[in-house]
């Protein structure tokens, strides 16, 4: 699969679904709650997606995984931010179950992500290092 076809992963369309199943609901908060930990949430939510996406389009398989890591970090900031939206009254316990399917598989799935790119940099053949990069780091 061509790197740059992120929309095509699993893990990019669970981070989607999620995202826009958080919309809606903190759309629909109150000014504050909104204002405050609304904005916060979408942000995080949002994170996911644009990080696999970001880390996708950089060419590298190291940066790849780094944007992976990232969005890792998103979905834990996510999860923060849905425990005190809930805590604070925000969601229902019915709309915190609803999530909880998406944001539970959503992590193994970024594990399995970045396992993968992981196995796709260490199938691809050791190439010699170029001239330049020799003569930089030879002692003059």
């Keep these: 699969m061509n790197r740059t076809?992120?929309?095509?992963?699993?893990?990019?369309?669970?981070?989607?679904?999620?995202?826009?199943a958080i919309w809606p609901i903190a759309s629909q908060w109150h000014n504050f709650g909104r204002d405050t930990l609304g904005k916060q949430l979408v942000r995080a939510v949002d994170s996911i997606g644009a990080n696999i996406a970001e880390g996708a389009g950089q060419g590298?398989?190291?940066?790849?995984?780094?944007?992976?890591?990232?969005?890792?970090?998103?979905?834990?900031?996510?999860?923060?931010w849905l425990r005190r939206a809930y805590q604070r009254r925000l969601l229902t316990a019915e709309q915190v179950e609803h999530?909880?399917?998406?944001?539970?598989?959503?992590?193994?799935?970024?594990?399995?992500?970045?396992?993968?790119?992981?196995?796709?940099?260490?199938?691809l053949p050791m190439q010699p290092p170029s001239m330049t990069s020799l003569l930089r780091t030879t002692d003059h």
Excluded: M
């Excluded at 995984?65 to 923060?80: C, D, P, W, Y």
């Excluded at 399917?101 to 260490?122: C, E, R």
């Design 5 to 20: 076809q992120f929309e095509n992963l699993r893990v990019y369309l669970l981070a989607e679904k999620l995202a826009d």
């Design 60 to 80: 590298s398989f190291a940066a790849n995984r780094h944007f992976v890591k990232i969005a890792r970090g998103s979905l834990n900031e996510t999860q923060h």
């Design 99 to 123: 999530l909880r399917i998406t944001v539970d598989s959503l992590g193994p799935q970024l594990n399995a992500y970045l396992k993968s790119i992981g196995a796709k940099a260490a199938a």
